[in-house]
């Protein structure tokens, strides 16, 4: 299967509404109509000095979307949608390989890149995991459903020294030893 990135241009809106309103996207918070979409992608949240949006083309079909943003912090953060009909073939993987090279070599600034999704998404954390980026944060019941459902909301991100170096630094997860409680 041949990948690619094609990064999202002003006159494929249609694509984009359709993209996003025909699918089931389980693991992204709130719903998105054909009008939200496109007020949205008028205000460049699509596209802007913030924000850069790729499709991912799997074998010339949209197979995904990568939607990179807060490009102007040195954290910038992502949002990656692969399709039904595309998920578990690895694209997922590749995206995220290619997102950070991207933004490490696009953006020399930036020292860090952070990604979260929630707890009961065990693809894009595996993904996480196989991509070198580390576990930092988990925020209890703080992703709410349609359904009134809180879920636990997980945080990773990759360093950029780490990136270069091929390894992953944890967190230190017990840095309150020796701390007195109040």
């Known amino acids: 299967m041949h990948i690619e990135f094609l990064r999202f241009s002003p006159d494929e809106v249609e694509p984009l509404v359709d993209f996003l309103t025909e699918e089931e996207w389980p693991y992204h918070a709130g719903t998105q109509d054909r009008e939200t979409v496109r007020r949205r992608a008028a205000e460049g949240l699509y596209g802007s000095d913030e924000t850069r949006t790729f499709w991912v083309l799997a074998d010339g079909e949209r197979a995904g979307l990568v939607k990179l943003h807060d490009l102007t912090d040195d954290t910038p953060m992502f949002d990656l949608r692969i399709r039904q009909a595309w998920r578990g073939r690895g694209i997922g993987t590749k995206a995220v390989a290619w997102l950070t090279g991207y933004l490490f ?58 990136w270069l170096s091929g390894t992953v630094t944890p967190p230190d997860w017990q840095d309150e030893h020796g701390i007195p409680d109040r």
Not at 106 to 120: C, H, K, S, V, W
């Open 105 to 162: 070599t696009e953006l020399p600034d930036i020292m860090r890149i952070e990604g979260t999704t929630r707890q009961d998404n065990h693809a894009m954390r595996a993904i996480f995991r196989k991509s070198g980026y580390a576990k930092e944060s988990h925020y209890r019941e703080a992703w709410p459903s349609p359904d009134g459902t809180r879920h636990d909301s997980i945080g990773y991100a990759i360093l950029r020294r780490d």
